[in-house]
Nanobody, 124 residues
Framework: QVQPVESGGGLVQAGGSLRLSCTAS????????MGWFRQAPGKEREFVAA????????SYGDPVKGRFTISRDNAKNTMYLQMNSLKPEDTAVYYC?????????????????WGQGTQVTVSS
């Protein structure tokens, strides 16, 4: 069993930055492909970013390309999401997700473990 735990959410003004963190216990952290998703009220869960097991490959959803950066530190069992130039439309609950496959999927269906989420609110 793997339990991801997110942290780092909060309230920020438009144009500001936040960094989210996700730690995951269980098997060696480097065994997992990891991803970030977000869900705003009344909307479906949306792909934000994914990172390969070693961190050498990344993938981003179109709305965040050029503004967000995903990274991981396997020695610390931690994944990060650096969010810059935040916009009010980035407001959502952000979820960390764990995938046992090698692929980096933009579909939430392939991820097997999910954190509880952390709220990010961007004011205009």
């Amino acid at each position: 069993q793997v339990q991801p735990v997110e942290s780092g959410g909060g309230l920020v003004q438009a144009g500001g930055s936040l960094r989210l963190s996700c730690t995951a216990s269980g098997r060696p952290f480097s065994s997992y492909t990891m991803g970030w998703f977000r869900q705003a009220p009344g909307k479906e869960r949306e792909f934000v970013a994914a990172i390969s097991r070693g961190g050498g490959s990344t993938s981003y959803g179109d709305p965040v390309k050029g503004r967000f950066t995903i990274s991981r530190d396997n020695a610390k069992n931690t994944m990060y999401l650096q969010m810059n130039s935040l916009k009010p439309e980035d407001t959502a609950v952000y979820y960390c997700a764990v995938d046992k496959r090698y692929i980096m999927s933009a579909s939430p269906g392939g991820y097997v473990y999910w954190g509880q989420g952390t709220q990010v609110t961007v004011s205009s």
